[in-house]
């Protein structure tokens, strides 16, 4: 007789124990063992939450090289069946070899479960015919547990899911996860002390009534705000520091429907527009995607959303400026182009709706469409399509996290019929899809990559550009990583033309998320290792760096709300020298859409106790060392960012932190 010694640890999690009795088998290139119940002198603690116990499995020959092993519970009589989450199974063999195998998985019935050994294969090279065929098996349940669905016409596929709860337990919320969000989600008014306004649908009647409102819960970076929202250079520095960082780019030509002149913007002839172009000085926002979508209606009244052109000039003191601003695409006598020489309400008029345009098109395209609704496509097609055991599961799984349910709920509280979106922001629930349907058509694959992004919209040596700095030093040390564990697994193009799973992958993220269009230059297929590295990239950047930093800061920026309305009420002036502070405050929302913003805003930026920052990997997928090494090397270059930016933030008004407090994946 041989002996195999089983150690099992079960996951520190709540509700992971099971009382149930625990049986193994396993199956080795040479042979399987019986089916044995693992019991030991802890009896039913043996798989209590966070207990690592040992057992022994006895077989008469060696089994050889172990492939797999099959996992099964049975309660015991009079006792209840439970879910059980195992985290991993060690086996150390009679020849002293460790085999490791990651589970990470609720079992909860009484079926038996097959987990591979944790060395990662590709579909070419798993030769056993016991490995092909769990990998099969594996790979149809997949299928349908998780079903694509079309959520709307023209906008990325997503997970077909009535409720939560149909969702397959190790994607869904942990119990922590689950009552924080509940909690925060029913409570986001009360916990800011707004209730008493949220039915209150009058205008506001002074700046200082939205003071008094926005005291009850303020940050560091939202006290500025509130002090600076007026100031042409803190508008400026939103753009590139702000919760929206995608939306200007360097001005070479002037669009033909913003006919801006040389003396509109430089006093008596002190600069020329055509040589400040020239020398890089001049950068434009363009909202042309808004243009003529349908607004809203709120407490009976018509909401105004524009499609603004806004004009700005990098100052010799390294100030971005805002110097022209036209609030409708098409250049008219009532719609006149906004100069910082105007009357004071006129301009600042021009730069709330300018913000407030800002709401839309951060919220729809920037957030929701491009790391929500991506990062969900890329889960799904991930979970489809790629056994436990290849390495491209290993590698992302842990970066799809939540992001299943969290849409789930985004849709749902966001932008269903009763989202709050559909009711209170200015696009409403028609335009709204407008607007994500003109994002997703625009949409580029290298505007998801930043180093390219950058480049294309010439913001290279922009100062102060800090979104820019740490995104691209964040992109070095992602990319670094990912070409270091795929290399591992790649060794030529070859391998990965002949991954049939990892074409799988990306055709499926072509077509469920791309909606098939080849015009964004997605890659419909992986020719090389390099392509194969820079996409995976995109995906980790996405979920991650990407999305903390059009995510963190909503409150930071939005808090405030006349810095980011999330509609506004009065048409803009078509004429200059007619508006006042009252104007402003009738053109602001109303109390109840302001709060239910605000509200929206702090639940969307509010981290979980249970959050797992980047390069933070708990569940153990790669067994082999070099992977595992890399993972270091990707933890310590994290700490060095951290510690480069925590320095670079001491001389800053306002700290950049949102490229470095980061979390795994989209799970807020
Ligand atoms: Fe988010």
């Known amino acids: 007789m041989v002996k195999y010694e089983v150690s099992v640890t079960t996951a520190n999690l709540a509700q992971a124990t099971t009382m149930n009795n625990v049986f193994i088998k396993l199956v080795g290139t040479d042979g399987e063992s019986k089916r044995t119940w693992l019991t030991s002198l802890k009896g039913t603690a043996a798989f209590y939450l966070g207990a690592e116990s040992k057992f022994s499995v006895s077989c008469p020959t060696s089994l050889g090289k172990l492939v797999l092993i099959e996992v099964d519970k049975k309660p015991l009589p009079l006792f209840p069946e439970d879910s059980w989450f195992p985290s991993k199974v060690e086996i150390k063999s009679p020849e002293g070899d460790t085999y490791r195998f990651p589970i990470y998985r609720w079992i909860s ?64 919320f942990s119990f922590t996860k689950t009552t924080e969000f509940l909690f925060t989600a029913s409570t986001g008014l009360t916990e800011l002390k707004l209730k008493g306004l949220s039915d209150c649908k009058q205008n506001w009647t002074d700046i200082d009534a939205i003071s008094r409102v926005f005291c009850c819960k303020r940050t560091g970076i939202s006290d500025y705000v509130q002090k600076h929202w007026r100031d042409d250079a803190f508008f400026g520095y939103q753009f590139l520091n702000g919760v929206n960082p995608l939306m200007i780019r360097r001005c070479s030509v002037l669009p033909k429907n913003f006919p801006v002149t040389d ?60 110097i022209a601003i036209q609030l409708k695409q098409k250049p008219a006598d009532d719609n006149p182009i906004f100069f910082p020489t105007d009357s004071e309400y006129d301009w600042l008029l021009a730069k709330i709706f300018v913000r407030s345009a800002e709401f839309s098109e951060h919220q729809l395209n920037v957030h929701l469409l491009r ?84 480049a294309e919209r010439g913001l290279e040596s922009v100062p ?45 993220i072509f077509v469920h998320g791309f909606l098939s269009q080849a015009s964004t230059g997605i890659p419909q297929s992986f020719g090389t290792v390099a392509e194969l590295v820079k996409f995976v990239t995109m995906v980790i950047f996405t979920g991650s ?15 405030w709300m006349p810095n980011t309305p999330i509609s506004l009420q009065r ?28 509200s929206t805003m702090w639940l969307l930026s509010k981290q979980s106790s249970d959050f797992v920052a980047l390069g933070q990997y708990p569940e153990e997928h790669f067994s082999e060392e070099i992977p595992r090494k890399v993972i270091k090397d990707f933890q310590g270059e994290l700490e060095v960012l951290s510690a480069v930016v925590k320095a670079r933030n001491q001389s800053l008004d306002v700290p950049y932190t949102y490229m470095v407090e980061v979390e795994n994946s989209v799970a807020i």
């Open 545 to 559: 760096g990407q999305h903390s930093a059009v995510n963190t800061g909503q409150y930071d920026y939005g808090g």
């Open 109 to 172: 019935d009484s079926e038996v479960k097959l987990f591979r050994e944790g060395t990662a294969l590709r579909v070419f090279e798993d030769s056993h015919h016991l490995g092909k065929y769990s990998r099969e098996k594996e790979l149809n349940l997949r299928e349908k547990q998780y079903c694509w669905d079309v959520y709307a016409e023209g906008i990325p596929h997503c997970i077909k899911v009535d409720n939560p709860l149909d969702l397959p337990s190790e994607v869904r």
């Open 571 to 598: 048409a803009p002036p078509t004429t200059k020298g007619s508006s006042s502070e009252s104007t402003m405050l009738q053109t602001f929302p109303d109390v109840n859409t302001t709060v239910q913003g605000m």
């Open 263 to 322: 003396d509109m913007v430089f006093l008596r002839g002190s600069r020329s527009l055509a040589d400040e172009m020239q020398t890089g000085n001049i950068f434009l926002c363009d909202y042309n995607r808004l243009d003529g979508v349908k607004t809203s209606v709120i407490n009976g009244k018509k909401q105004y959303l524009m499609a603004p052109l806004v004009l700005l000039h990098q100052t010799p003191d390294d100030k971005l400026m805002p």
């Open 371 to 454: 790391t929500h609704l991506l990062a969900e496509v890329f889960s799904v097609s991930l979970l489809r399509n790629l056994p436990m055991v290849h390495p491209l599961y290993k590698l992302l799984v842990p970066h799809t996290r939540y992001t299943l349910q969290i849409n789930y709920l985004a849709r749902l509280l966001l932008i269903a019929k009763d989202g709050v979106f559909t009711k209170f922001a200015a696009s409403g629930g028609e335009g709204m899809f407008t607007i994500l349907k003109r994002s997703l058509s625009s949409l580029t694959y290298s505007s998801l990559c930043i180093p390219d992004d950058i």
């Open 464 to 508: 102060n550009f800090y979104y820019r700095d740490d995104g691209l030093r964040l992109w070095d040390i992602i990319h670094r990583f990912v070409q270091g564990v795929l290399g591992h697994y790649y060794k030529s193009d070859a391998e990965v033309q002949q991954d049939s799973e990892l074409q799988k992958w990306i055709q499926d």
